[in-house]
């Protein structure tokens, strides 16, 4: 397991971490929803997040560059402890919890959580729901959720976990918060299982369960997208295990862990072609493909199913909406706006593009290169959509410790301390700055991020193996 007594400095940079962790949770107290924006101290939290990442930094360079190492004990008990102390913050600068208290209590209240919007739903909804929501803890929610007047654009897994929190909490978002914290430690511990099976050092651990990023949109912010990791390192356990095993079960189990990955937030769609690219090469039978992408699309379908009965057009409204209208903090898609009068069509196809041929162009058939292949996938996924939210990247988090010695690692450590600046377009906003700071702002964000990936590309950046 590795428990022996730390250095100084690895205890120096937990200290740090902790330290962090437990400024902004007090820096949280002062981001009271819709009180005093332009006092909010959006500064201090950015300038306390850059710190946090910059000991975040230097934990992922002294593993590459030093001998000595934490043991897996110090790690796990460092970032419990993180989570413990940023479990009792409040919100910053974040409301689609909300989105998800009503989700889920519409779905507890048997209705469909596609077929009416926020503002639609106290006169429409099931009786027993309409009930429910004249209460004064319903009715702050419900003047708290964004973009009240579209449905919901969360798939059917995610509607599932919302209910799991909304059971735990009422119509308290704190029920939210233990249910996806809960799934954060069941990622934490599928890495490790999954670090052992691929002979991958357990310390390396750190680059998620230490990560600022993680643990300010999952355990801060409670984002849902730490779902889609959990599915997406359970889909490279499934490759993993079937690479050992050659047990059909385990593609079955991959193919499962996609489709949830789809019901949960639908771009994981994309790492399709990589996962029957994979299955192919491995044996040159076309069976393993057949079998993944047969359960995969039954788990999709029947996920759908329940919701259906609305029809395709107000089940699809809110997706189909934010798919079509949604823009922010874009890097290079605002190129592709410039340049093109249809940048979404552009962008997708290119994505799409991409997602078809890395893996083709992948000779390699081990599970590293399947890990990779989907690094790579996600990251440009990541970079060239018009929507670029930090908590997008925590499946990337995950996927990181998987594969720490890949190109990608540099670029997505370097993102996870970049993407803090998305948090001053609130700053700008509420102080009444022009537009060009958020847009210079946002072009020294994306710059960064680009640049480490072409130095990560460039043939002096090879880099050896991290399994020592």
């Known amino acids: 397991m590795g428990s022996h007594f730390p250095g100084w400095r690895w205890l120096a940079l937990a200290g740090v971490s902790l330290l962090a962790a437990l400024l902004m949770t007090l820096l949280s107290k002062s981001f009271v929803y819709g009180v005093g924006h332009a006092e909010r101290p959006i500064i201090h939290f950015v300038a306390l997040y850059g710190i946090w990442w910059g000991a ?79 209460a004064e803890d319903a009715q702050t929610v419900l003047h708290r959720i964004g973009y009240s007047s579209i449905p919901t654009v969360y798939p059917p897994a995610a509607q599932l976990a919302f209910a799991a929190g909304s059971a735990l909490g009422g119509w308290n978002w704190i029920g939210q918060r233990v249910v996806f914290t809960l799934v954060d430690l069941l990622v934490i511990g599928a ?58 079960v385990w593609i079955g189990f991959a193919a499962l862990c996609w489709g949830l990955a789809v019901l949960t937030k639908v771009y994981p769609l994309i790492l399709g072609p990589a996962c029957l690219s994979w299955l192919y090469k491995r044996e040159r039978k076309l069976e393993q493909p057949i079998l993944f992408s047969g359960v995969g699309t039954s788990v999709i379908i029947l996920g759908l199913v329940p919701f259906f009965g609305i029809g395709a057009n107000q089940l699809t409204e809110g997706i189909v909406t934010y798919a079509s209208d949604w823009r922010m903090n ?72 998987l594969s720490p010695g890949s190109r990608t690692a540099g670029p997505l450590v370097v993102l996870s301390g970049a993407v803090v600046l998305y948090y001053l377009s609130f700053f700008y906003d509420y102080r009444g700055y022009q537009s060009e700071w958020w847009n210079w702002t946002r072009l020294i964000e994306h710059a960064v991020i680009w640049i480490s990936v072409m130095i990560s590309v460039l043939p002096f950046s090879e880099r050896k193996s991290m399994r020592s």
């Open 56 to 134: 975040f930094a230097a934990s992922f360079w002294m593993l590459k560059s030093r001998r000595e190492k934490p043991g897996l004990v110090f790690i796990i008990a460092v970032a419990v402890v993180l989570r413990v102390v940023l479990f009792a913050s409040d919100l910053i600068q974040e409301n689609d919890v909300y989105r998800y208290v009503l989700d889920g209590q519409v779905l507890l209240h048997g209705g469909n959580p596609y077929e009416f919007s926020p503002l639609e739903v106290s006169e429409m909804g099931k009786p027993a729901l309409r009930e429910s929501l004249a």
């Open 191 to 248: 890495l490790v299982y999954l670090l052992r099976l691929l002979v991958v050092p357990s310390y390396w651990l750190i680059l998620y369960a230490w990560n600022p990023l993680v643990l300010k949109e999952v355990t801060n912010s409670t984002h849902l997208d730490v779902l889609v990791a959990l599915f997406i390192i359970l889909l490279v356990l499934g490759i993993n295990r079937f690479d050992s095993t050659g047990s059909k």
């Open 330 to 401: 874009e890097g290079a898609f605002a190129v592709l706006a410039w340049l093109f009068p249809n940048p979404r069509l552009v962008a997708w196809a290119v994505i799409a593009l991409i997602a078809i041929m890395l893996p083709l162009l992948q000779r390699e058939r081990s599970v590293d290169a399947f890990v990779s292949i989907i690094q790579w996938i996600l990251l440009i996924w990541f970079l060239l959509i018009p929507a670029v939210f930090p908590w997008y990247a925590i499946p990337l988090a995950g996927l990181l410790v």
